[in-house]
């Protein structure tokens, strides 16, 4: 089974992809750890990507539905993958179709993880993390009970540079102008299930699991 994950920014995809790799046994395939871990182990395309990327360019399309053929058709991706990440536009779907195609795999379900814009801005302008347990709070929804102190270690807590509101609000307007015609795309191939981003985070994995079918082989092995 081969699965797309699709979801802006402080949607929680990251929780969901790790609760999706663990029940349904597909391998998480995130672009960005694809290409950091091509270009540090020296791979022939990870050294192509490099020179793009040193130069402040965009790597071709071409060059990164290669790396990611390359990974797929590695022993642990054979029972199915969760592409988080890529494809990011219309065309590089259809370039990622044609090539999955050519190795006799296809993209099964495409999960769009849908949760509204000025939750999504609450959501990144207030998350603060600790550095040194790893425990993230968030002012607007479960802020620590101390100001700036962590909950779980007591230790100070950190906001990244890139979570306040001007940087939240120009990712989202880049993510859901590129990411309209992408989920129209596999909605017309009768490919996406929504969800409801909004609910708690187990209801949120349980029908996920239960779009793909999941659910049921669960219940029955309990």
């Known amino acids: 089974m081969d699965i797309i994950l699709l979801g802006p920014p402080g949607a929680g995809k990251g929780t969901q992809a790790f609760a999706i ?13 694809l290409f950091r871990a091509a270009i540090k182990q020296g791979t022939p395309l990870g050294k192509q990507a490099q020179g793009y990327m040193s130069r402040g360019e965009l790597v071709p399309d071409e ?7 390359e990974r797929v058709t590695c022993d642990d991706c ?12 219309e065309a590089q779907a259809a370039a990622l179709d044609t090539a999955l195609r050519e190795h006799g795999r296809q993209i ?3 999960l769009f993880l849908n949760v509204p814009g000025d939750v999504l801005l609450k959501r990144m302008a207030g998350r603060q993390m600790c550095n040194t347990c790893g425990a993230i709070h968030n002012i607007y929804f479960f802020p620590s009970k ?31 102008a590129q990411t309209r015609p ?9 490919k996406l299930v929504e ?28």
């Open 78 to 89: 054979a029972d199915g993958v969760l592409f988080d990440g890529f494809p990011r536009t």
């Open 182 to 190: 992408l989920i129209s795309y596999y909605r017309s191939l009768g």
């Open 21 to 33: 790799e663990h029940h349904v046994g597909v391998k998480h395939i995130a672009s960005g750890d």
């Open 146 to 176: 101390r100001d700036g102190i962590c909950d779980t270690c007591g230790d100070a807590l950190y906001q990244r540079s890139d979570d306040n509101l001007e940087t939240a609000r120009h990712r989202l307007e880049v993510y859901f």
């Open 108 to 110: 099964d379900t495409v």
């Open 63 to 69: 060059l990164v539905i290669r790396m990611i053929i």
């Open 195 to 222: 969800i409801d981003g909004l609910r708690p985070i187990d209801h949120v994995t349980d029908a996920m699991l239960e779009s793909l079918g999941v659910m049921q082989t669960l219940e029955r092995a309990a």
